[in-house]
C-alpha cells in the first residue's frame, strides 16, 4: 500500500510542477524537482519532497474544485 501511495504523490508532485512551470515535457518535470530537492537523482521521492506534497496537495486540490459563482 505505501508503494502505490509514494507513486501517486510522486505523480502529483510532478503533476504540480508542470503546471507551475508551464511544461509537459516529463523530463523537465524531473529536472527541475531534482534541482529542488523534491526526487532524488534516481527520480524517486526525497524526504523534501514528500513534505512537499503534505503540505500542498489538499490546499491545490481544494481550489482545483472550488466553483465561484457570480450573483446576476
Not at 524526504?47 to 457570480?70: C, F, P
Amino acid at each position: 500500500m505505501k508503494a502505490m501511495r509514494n507513486f501517486w504523490a510522486r505523480e502529483w508532485l510532478m503533476g504540480d510542477i508542470g503546471s507551475r512551470h508551464g511544461t509537459n515535457d516529463v523530463s523537465t518535470i524531473i529536472k527541475i524537482a531534482q534541482t529542488e530537492g523534491l526526487l532524488n537523482p534516481n527520480a524517486e521521492m526525497t524526504d523534501v519532497g514528500q513534505s512537499y506534497v503534505t503540505a500542498n496537495r489538499h490546499h491545490v486540490e481544494v481550489l482545483k474544485h472550488d466553483t465561484i459563482v457570480y450573483p446576476l
